[in-house]
């Protein structure tokens, strides 16, 4: 007996009629092994964000709209920092004194791409997640020193961003 959720659904990649779907998510369909193939280095991080939210679902853990939005967002902020290494030796002193230099007020996409080589697309999230970041810390961090003696304390070090 076939799947009933495949009637009327179309291949993610080349819009023919689906006859199977990701056996990973179950959210995307294809027409054919060739064209699942196809589209795997695409759906590859999205199939793996899909799995966690439904093993968090299964687990009593719903998330808001919000919190899947942002558990999406981080997880493609930490591909895009493994995936051009900014976490690792010189990149990585190199990025922290780049976002924090005093002359790079305003860092476009275009700076990222030239300094360290990101794509328009991915140096547009890396760039979005840090400003999150700077704005959490403004609004919840900067002067409520508890909170900062805390993190402190559990050895979580965080360095004063000016950027807007």
Known sequence: MG?????????????????????????????????????????????????????????????????????????????????????KGSKADELSAFLTDPANVNITPAMMKGQFGLEEGDAKTFLSWIQLGVTFKKEHLDGNQEILDQLKADKVELTSVTKS
């Open 3 to 87: 799947d009933k959720g495949i009637a009327g659904r179309l291949c993610s990649l080349c819009g023919k009629k689906a006859k199977s779907r990701c056996a990973g998510c179950k959210r995307v369909f294809y027409c054919c092994v060739e064209c699942q193939r196809g589209h795997w280095g695409f759906h590859k991080k999205e199939c793996k964000f899909y799995q966690q939210t439904d093993k968090d679902y299964k687990a009593g853990k719903v998330l808001s709209e919000q919190e899947q939005m942002m558990k999406k967002h981080q997880a493609e902020f930490g591909r895009i920092v493994k995936e051009y290494g900014l976490d």
